[in-house]
């Protein structure tokens, strides 16, 4: 078993320092370039997006071989932070493609053993963050923040025909926060907060949404 984590610098400008792999058992610390990892479903790889966000590599464990599954310049989120997402299959892993310059963000999959991209979702302009997330039954969710309404975010699932639409019928969510799926892929667990208008006291709260109807 193997612990795979992210490291980030605590200075007045935090910035990515890189990927570390611990082995459970014998405590001993692998680090490698990047700045995003995740997990395959097996527990059995990782991918990882390096530092200047040009590449998406996946590594075998415990021998730590290491592939190239895609070459692609800026797939990183507008604060640089590459962002992955693999596929419960084990298939495909999701990523954010964002062009500083255009700017531009979007949503793209590639096979985990290399080929093809598909795009998924084209934004355009005013992306502040893109978050995607898989479901336990195979289908691609996301959040998004634009610069239009950057205290709320909403989100998004494309389902398997390939339509997309939009949950919880424009309702705001919280930008910072990280959805969840129930095991079954029947709900989305969110958190939301509120602020007061009257005395700036923030709460925040969990709500449930189910992908199909949008009820929250």
Not at 20 to 42: H, I, N
Not at 172 to 182: K, V
Request: proline share 8%; hydrophobic share 35%.
């Amino acid at each position: 078993a193997h612990l795979a984590y992210t490291r980030m610098s605590i200075d007045a400008a935090p910035r990515m320092l890189g990927v570390g792999v611990v082995a459970c058992a014998s405590g001993s610390l692998r680090e490698m370039d990047g700045t995003a990892v995740a997990w395959a479903p097996r527990g059995d790889r990782i991918a990882v997006a390096d530092a200047a966000g040009s590449t998406i590599s996946v590594v075998d464990l415990p021998s730590f071989e290491t592939r190239t599954v895609l070459r692609t310049p800026c797939a990183c989120d507008p604060n640089g932070r590459p962002l992955l997402s693999w596929s419960p299959e084990g298939d495909r892993i999701a990523y954010v493609l964002h062009q500083p310059l255009a700017p531009m963000t979007s949503l793209w999959t590639v096979p985990a053993d290399g080929g093809d991209e598909r795009l998924v979702m084209a934004d355009g302009e005013g992306c502040v963050s893109l978050l995607p997330f898989w479901s336990p039954d195979g289908r691609l969710a996301w959040r998004l923040t634009s610069e239009q309404d950057p205290s709320g975010s909403r989100h998004y699932v494309q389902e398997a025909n390939g339509e997309v639409h939009e949950l919880g019928h424009g309702v705001r969510l919280d930008p910072a926060g990280s959805p969840s799926w129930s095991p079954d892929g029947s709900a989305i667990v969110f958190p939301r907060t509120t602020t007061d208008d009257e005395s700036g006291v923030s709460s925040t709260e969990l709500w449930e949404l189910a992908p199909g109807s949008g009820e929250l």
